[in-house]
Nanobody, 116 residues
Framework: QVRLEEFGGGLVHPGGSLTLSCEAPAHVWGITSMGWYRQAPGKQRGLVAVVGNDGRTRYADSVKGRFSLLRDKIAMNTVHLQMDSLEPEDTAVYYC?????????WGKGTLVTVSS
């Protein structure tokens, strides 16, 4: 069974920073897109940031200018989400996402809590 491994998450104060990382198995080739979604309490899961093979990255409007998604140039099956200027509204479970061979894969989720 294919698993996406997530790293990072935790409690941070408003205005702080946090980095989330996600790794797909090294034997997987041809990942079309990879990134992060999130689900806040009482809300549906929604896009945070996703990068495609063309290098283009899509961001949710709410995180533009604060979050940056980078695909590791060495470990191409790894992405890092740098989150700056975090706000209480960013509190959510963050899920790694990857798409290849016409299938969508998800991580188990990691909780990010922004609170003073």
């Amino acid at each position: 069974q294919v698993r996406l491994e997530e790293f990072g998450g935790g409690l941070v104060h408003p205005g702080g920073s946090l980095t989330l990382s996600c790794e797909a198995p090294a034997h997987v080739w041809g990942i079309t897109s990879m990134g992060w979604y999130r689900q806040a309490p009482g809300k549906q899961r929604g896009l945070v940031a996703v990068v495609g093979n063309d290098g283009r990255t899509r961001y949710a409007d709410s995180v533009k200018g604060r979050f940056s998604l980078l695909r590791d140039k060495i470990a191409m099956n790894t992405v890092h989400l740098q989150m700056d200027s975090l706000e209480p509204e960013d509190t959510a479970v963050y899920y790694c996402y990857a798409y290849w061979d016409d299938l969508t894969y998800w991580g188990k989720g990691t909780l990010v809590t922004v609170s003073s």
